[in-house]
């Protein structure tokens, strides 16, 4: 099973600055990754897939990269619906899916 | 519009048993394949299982393999999770999700208690 391991756990930036939360595989998974972002009490939220290509409807001001085994998720200019919780996703052996634990993007 | 809603979820006793639904709309359902994921309270995202367009392909995580069962009814437009043997961890909310590698659509999820 692939490990997700997402750091750091919470990462408080202010409104308007750059956030940048970072997501490593214990193997390569290629560009088979996911970020999803999820606020409280609502269902996770397609963010970016293949690792770096935004899902529809999605800002520009969210970009993923990295591949084999390290991935960023870039959001350039924090927005207040931006603070939320985010998780990545490989998708390169499964079954299972396996999900990062998580990290909350707060305001600082 | 796309949309999934889950229902089923309730309160049950370890060993207990309840069998979820998720009903899709706004969407070929027949065509795309579906998967629960759960998660715990104040946890992180964990996939269940899988199920393809066709039910040809079904996959589980170890976690319940052997207790939860998938399936669907594309003539209903519905996907269900059937969970026997419930032990107090499976707490969580659940949610049905679509798609094969990465999850574009989400239902609201269904919260689902297993206590003494």
């Known amino acids: 099973e692939v490990v997700m391991t997402q750091s750091p756990a919470t990462l408080s930036v202010s409104p308007g600055e750059r956030a940048t939360l970072s997501c490593r595989a214990n193997?390569?998974?290629?560009?088979?990754l996911v970020w999803y972002q999820q606020k409280p009490g609502q269902a996770p939220k397609l963010l970016i897939y293949?690792?770096?290509t935004r899902a529809p409807g999605i800002p520009a001001r969210f970009s993923g990269s990295g591949s084999g085994t390290e991935f960023t998720l870039t959001i350039s200019s924090l927005q207040s619906e931006d603070f939320a919780v985010y998780y990545c996703q490989q998708y390169d052996d499964w079954p299972p899916y396996t999900f990062g634990q998580g990290t909350k993007l707060e305001i600082k | 519009e796309v949309q999934l809603v889950e229902a089923g979820g309730g309160l049950k006793h370890p060993g207990g048993s309840l069998r979820l639904s998720c009903a899709a709309s706004?969407?070929?359902?027949?065509?795309?394949?579906m998967n629960w994921v759960r998660q715990a309270p104040g946890k992180g995202l964990e996939w269940l299982s899988y199920?393809?367009?066709?039910?040809?392909?079904?996959y589980y995580a170890d976690s319940v393999k052997g207790r939860f069962t998938i399936s669907r009814d594309n003539a209903e437009n519905s996907l269900y999770l059937q969970m026997d043997s419930l032990k107090v961890e499976d707490s969580a909310v659940y949610y049905c999700?679509?798609?094969?590698?990465?999850?574009?659509?989400w239902g609201q999820g269904t919260l689902v208690t297993v206590s003494t």
């Open positions: 999700a679509r798609g094969v590698r990465w999850f574009d659509r």
């Open positions: 293949r690792a770096s």
């Open positions: 199920i393809s367009s066709s039910s040809n392909t079904i």
């Open positions: 706004g969407f070929t359902f027949s065509s795309n394949a």
């Open positions: 193997q390569s998974v290629g560009t088979n």
